[in-house]
């Protein structure tokens, strides 16, 4: 086994144990996979509650909706635009642990709690949609104040090349994944989707979230015009979860590929080995 060597070092090599995420970084990390998780399932309850999604100032049964899931004639329906799809079994109609049929749009073993109740999802989704806004804005300061922003997330000017943006998708497209003391710094991409995620999904999911409740409308009336109304909004914030979780599925392959076992003792134990390098 190689010498544990750290990060402060000169020069770590492929095969080098180093320390490679901070204690702080560790806990939001898992904070964020458990709170992302329940705000998610909670979010689907309360979606269950009125599975529609409208543009603009107003929605209800009878208004045209951009995105319905619902149950037909004994078949369940996602309709997307003009666009229907039969989603029987899984989305709109299904059978829960017992075998009774529901006529839901997503199923209770999606869902938190797992049986109809919008209340108590509220309040799930209430309580965690302020840990996850205390644990961001923690995270933001402590970032610009010890550096980790400007030294691991924001991107170098010759990295925002086209040349180098194609190299580094070209790498991923075909498993090329860095090695030795380069795969200590984020990519492109990597750098690219995390400040999406923690600068603009995550941001807007928080505000369009206040943008659904009346009493932040009362006191701040700027957020219905910024986002277009309050059905707007919660489209907003549903597309915002979509692409959050297909973030997640994205970070879990790669995960996956690049080494499962030594990708996740880093997040755990903060250390990490260099893969070696290719001769």
């Not at 010498?3 to 904070?31: C, K, N, Y």
């Not at 597309?239 to 996956?256: E, N």
Request: charged share 15%; aromatic share 10%; hydrophobic share 50%.
């Amino acid at each position: 086994m190689a010498a544990e060597t750290f990060m402060t070092e000169a020069a770590p090599r492929g095969g080098d144990l180093v320390r490679r995420h901070r204690l702080s970084t560790r806990i939001w990390h898992w904070a964020n996979a458990a709170i992302l998780l329940i705000l998610l399932m909670s979010g689907l309850m309360i979606f269950n509650a009125h599975p529609r999604l409208y543009w603009g100032q107003y929605g209800a049964n009878p208004d045209p909706a951009w995105l319905e899931i619902t149950a037909v004639e004994g078949e369940g329906i996602t309709r997307i635009g003009g666009l229907s799809v039969t989603t029987t079994g899984v989305l709109g109609r299904w059978r829960d642990a017992g075998g009774q049929v529901r006529n839901r749009a997503f199923p209770g073993w999606a869902t938190l709690p797992s049986s109809y109740n919008l209340a108590l999802a509220r309040r799930w989704h209430l309580t965690f949609a302020w840990a996850l806004s205390l644990g961001l804005l923690i995270y933001a300061v402590l970032s610009l104040v010890n550096g980790h922003l400007r030294r691991d997330l924001l991107p170098r000017r010759e990295e925002l090349s086209p040349r180098h943006v194609w190299r580094d998708i070209r790498a991923h497209a075909t498993l090329n994944f860095p090695k030795g003391r380069a795969a200590l710094r984020y990519n492109i991409l990597q750098k690219g989707s995390y400040l999406l995620v923690i600068f603009g999904l995550i941001p807007a999911m928080v505000l369009t979230g206040l943008t659904m409740s009346p009493a932040v409308d009362a006191a701040w009336p700027w957020l219905l015009d910024l986002f277009g109304g309050r059905q707007s909004a919660r489209s907003i914030h549903f597309i915002a979860a979509v692409l959050l979780v297909a973030f997640v599925i994205v970070h879990l392959v790669m995960v996956l590929l690049a080494g499962p076992f030594n990708e996740i003792r880093s997040m755990i134990t903060g250390r990490f080995r260099l893969p070696k390098e290719t001769r």
